[in-house]
Structures are given as structure tokens and as C-alpha cells.
């Protein structure tokens, strides 16, 4: 069947090193995917999106790599800090609806 | 600037009650949309609206209804409330429905007994 998903549940980093989050689609026709952090008790919040003519696309302290021959979606944030904790959710735009996948928790360890 | 705001933050039902869940940006977005989030799932849509007088069925759309007549406003009804439907439901906006980010309102939380 179709999914979002992520490899991962749960993610400890310490604080100051690089954090990598990875997502996986199944659905070769999607041509948009965006990353959301939600803190608890609030609604996601947009990090950043990638359109499917694209490898990569960074942000500020925030990278995001696409690689369609296997169907992969990463979020890479860098220098990660106490304040990235977070649940972090990737989406893709699957025949005009976002559809997102379970999401990967975020611990950073000071 | 608001963005997008949902009301209550906090309900309470028994089951086979009626109620609305608000949500209104301010804007001036095209497209909005609920969703509904579970216990360890991501969120999954329920209704959209592509912009005012048209709306459309997303997931999981069963036992929910909404509207959309003006472009501020978007609301959701629960016409008989089951302890199934007991979640956070999230409202969305975006400019568009082509490829832009949504933007989310902080949620409803729903307990139905």
C-alpha cells in the first residue's frame, strides 16, 4: 500500500551535535513534501518543503534532502539545541491532500 | 495577525451530543482543512475546502460535516458524537491548494463519553 513513514520513533541527540530525522514514501507521483515540528500541546509548525524537481533545500539550520530513486525524505538540523525537542512530521502532497506520516520524537540531551 | 484560530481549546461530550468546532483565519487563505490527530499517528484529513461554497472529503470524513460560506471561516460539526471520534483536531490554512505550507491553529481537544 501507499505510506509516510518514518524509519525511526524516537531520536536522543546531545546537545550541539547534528540530528537526522528520515522519512519514506511510496508514492513515486508525489511532487511536494514539507517537514512540521509540533511541540506538546500545539499545532505543527512549518520547517520546510521541497518540491520533487529538487535534491535539496536548506534553511536556517535546517536541511532537507530528497532522493526520489528510493523514495526518501530526510531533515537534517544542525548544532541541534534544548529548544528542537519536539515531535517532527513529514507530509507529502499525494493528489492534492497532505498526507503525513506517524512522526519521530526529538530529544536533545544538554 | 491572528493567523489561525481555533475554538474551544477544551470540550467535554457525551456520546450521541451535537457541537462545533471553530476555526477562522485571517489571511485571506484560499484553502483550509481539518485534520484529526491520534495517540501515536500523524494527522489525518477529514474535510477541505478548496475556497468558499466548496468543500470536499479527505480521509476520514464519517461522521463529520463542514461548510465553507465565507473564506474566514471553516467549521466542523460533530452530529452525533461516538467515543471514536475522541482527538485533537487541527484546522489548516494555506494561499492555495497547489504546493504551499499549511498553517495549523493550536487545536481542539475532544473527549467524548
Known amino acids: 500500500g501507499e505510506s509516510v513513514g518514518l524509519h525511526l520513533p524516537t531520536l536522543s541527540v546531545q546537545e550541539g551535535d547534528n540530528s537526522i530525522i528520515n522519512c519514506a514514501y511510496s508514492?513515486?507521483?508525489?511532487?511536494?513534501f514539507i517537514w512540521y515540528k509540533q511541540e506538546s500541546g500545539k499545532g505543527p509548525q512549518f520547517i520546510i518543503d521541497?518540491?520533487?524537481?529538487?535534491d535539496k533545500r536548506q534553511g536556517q539550520r535546517v536541511t532537507v534532502l530528497l532522493n526520489k530513486t528510493v523514495k526518501h525524505l530526510s531533515l537534517q538540523i544542525a548544532a541541534t539545541q534544548p529548544g528542537d525537542s519536539a515531535v517532527y512530521f513529514c507530509?507529502?502532497?499525494?493528489?492534492?491532500?497532505?498526507?503525513f506520516g506517524q512522526g519521530t520524537e526529538l530529544s536533545v540531551k544538554p | 495577525n491572528a493567523g489561525v484560530t481555533q475554538t474551544p481549546k477544551f470540550q467535554v461530550l457525551k456520546t450521541g451530543q451535537s457541537m462545533t468546532l471553530q476555526c477562522a483565519q485571517d489571511m485571506n487563505h484560499e484553502y483550509m482543512s481539518w485534520y484529526r490527530q491520534d495517540p501515536g499517528m500523524g494527522l489525518r484529513l477529514i474535510h477541505y475546502s478548496v475556497g468558499a461554497g466548496i468543500t470536499d472529503q479527505g480521509e476520514v470524513p464519517n461522521g463529520y460535516n463542514v461548510s465553507r460560506s465565507t473564506t474566514e471561516d471553516f467549521p466542523l460539526r460533530l452530529l452525533s458524537a461516538a467515543p471514536s471520534q475522541t482527538s485533537v483536531y487541527f484546522c489548516?490554512?494555506?494561499?492555495?491548494?497547489?504546493?504551499?505550507?499549511?498553517?495549523f491553529g493550536d487545536g481542539t481537544r475532544l473527549s467524548i463519553l
Open positions: 507530509a507529502e502532497k499525494r493528489r492534492g491532500k497532505l498526507i
Open positions: 508514492n513515486s507521483a508525489s511532487d511536494y
Open positions: 521541497i518540491r520533487s524537481n529538487m
Open positions: 489548516a490554512s494555506s494561499y492555495s491548494s497547489r504546493n504551499q505550507p499549511q498553517h
